[in-house]
Structures are given as C-alpha cells and as structure tokens.
C-alpha cells in the first residue's frame, strides 16, 4: 500500500518569505500522480500543484513549484512571496492512476501560518 | 465551473439518531465521489468511494451499516449515519471526480460537521 507521510505537522514564516513544504512516499508503482492540496480555514480542499511521475520537469503554479525526486521519493511544495492567503493546511497527496476508482492517499498535513 | 456543496455544513444530534449529509456536484456530473472523515488537526481519512448507480466501495474498517452511502444520480450522493453515537462526531468531507478534469484532480465540498451529544 502507498504511504505519504509529511514530517512538519506546523510551520510559521513572516510575509513575502518563500517556505517549503516536504513530503515523501512510498510505493512500488512507477506511473502515479502526485498533488499538493490546501485547506484553508474556510475548509473546503482546493488543489494547488499536480505532477505526473512520467515528467521528470517540476511543475510550477505561479508562486507555487515543486522539487520532485522520484529516485528519493520526495516531492516539497516551495511557495515564493508568502502571503497571507496562504494560511491554510496542507495536504501532499499520491494517486495511482490505474488503480480503479483512483483515490486519493494523503499525508498528515502541514498547518502553514503567514505572519503579517 | 467545477463546484462541489454539501448540506448540511453543520449539524447536532441526539445519539441514536440518524443522520443524513448531500454532496452534490452543481455544474459537472460525477460518476464517482468519495467520502472523508477528518478529526480534529488530522488529515482526510477515505471511509467510501460512491458509485452512481452501484454499491459503494468501503475502506477497511469502515462499517458499510453504520455508514449508509448512496449514489442515486449523477450529481448526488449522500452519507447517513445511522444510529449515531458521540464517537462518530467529526467533520466528513466529499470529492467529486470530474471527468473531463485531469486524473486526481478533485472537487472537495465545504464539509459538514457533526456532532453527537
């Protein structure tokens, strides 16, 4: 079974400063997706980043980008220019494509809090 | 476009009541949605994958008769807690797979949180 396990259960930085997140995982698949959710306090879940395994390019969503290492099994979340939107949890989740219904496997989550 | 709601966002009960919980895709059909449980500061636990017109698929662990889930249309699908005690108080979330979205991208509604006294 996959496992995505985040290591920073909270993380605190000042405006403007650029964070990242981690996130690593496990499996034996060679094909899958991997994503980046945000939960921001209002609740409802909104994805940030996706990344397809088959890419070895991060992907980038203006201020958001990702360093993936598959060899690692890693995949962090870098934001640039925190704002203080950007107060939220979040979420690294993994998907196995072929995998039926393809569902979501999610990490613990990250509390990441802005500082004006 | 690509709106998920649920209903309700909150709701008390006394134990041994049922409750009943709609997540509806608004603008897009969904052939598939799935079921969360989230507790306090914790991440999305997955309790069922809900399939328009079959069975819902439960994960292990989840009891399928204390969590009733139906998927009746192509925009809805609901979750009864039936007979609910206050250890089944907790914040439960949906997602709706969107087809013409790109595999893995979800559409999670607002959530509703219950609470049992």
């Known amino acids: 079974a996959q496992t995505v396990t985040q290591s920073q259960p909270e993380m605190s930085v000042q405006e403007a400063e650029t964070v990242t997140l981690s996130c690593t995982y496990d499996?034996?698949?060679?094909?899958?997706?991997l994503f980046w959710y945000k939960q921001p306090p209002s609740r409802q879940m909104i994805l940030v980043i996706r990344?397809?395994?088959?890419?070895?390019q991060n992907a980038t969503e203006n201020r958001f980008s990702v360093n993936f290492q598959k060899a690692a099994k890693s995949f962090s979340l870098k934001i640039s220019d925190s704002q203080l939107g950007d107060t939220a949890m979040y979420f690294c989740?993994?998907?196995?494509?072929?995998?039926?219904?393809?569902?979501?496997?999610f990490g613990q989550g990250t509390r990441l809090t802005i500082n004006p | 476009g690509a709106v998920v709601s649920q209903h309700p966002s909150w709701v008390i009960c006394k134990s041994g009541t049922s409750v009943k919980i709609e997540c509806r895709s608004l603008?897009?059909?969904?052939?598939?949605m799935f079921w969360y449980r989230q507790f306090p500061k914790q991440s999305l636990m997955l309790m069922a994958t809900?399939?328009?017109?079959?069975?819902?698929?439960?994960e292990q662990g989840v009891e399928k008769d204390k969590f009733l889930i139906n998927h009746a249309s192509l925009t809805l699908s609901t979750l009864t807690v039936t007979s609910a005690h206050p250890e089944d108080s907790s914040f439960y979330i949906c997602?709706?797979?969107?087809?013409?979205?790109?595999?893995?991208?979800?559409?999670f509604g607002e959530g509703s949180r219950l609470t049992v006294l």
């Open positions: 997602s709706a797979r969107h087809s013409g979205r790109a595999p893995g991208e979800l559409f």
């Open positions: 499996t034996s698949e060679s094909n899958y997706y």
């Open positions: 603008d897009f059909q969904a052939t598939t």
């Open positions: 809900s399939n328009e017109g079959s069975k819902a698929t439960y």
């Open positions: 989740a993994f998907m196995n494509p072929f995998q039926g219904a393809q569902k979501l496997v």
């Open positions: 990344q397809e395994a088959y890419k070895q």
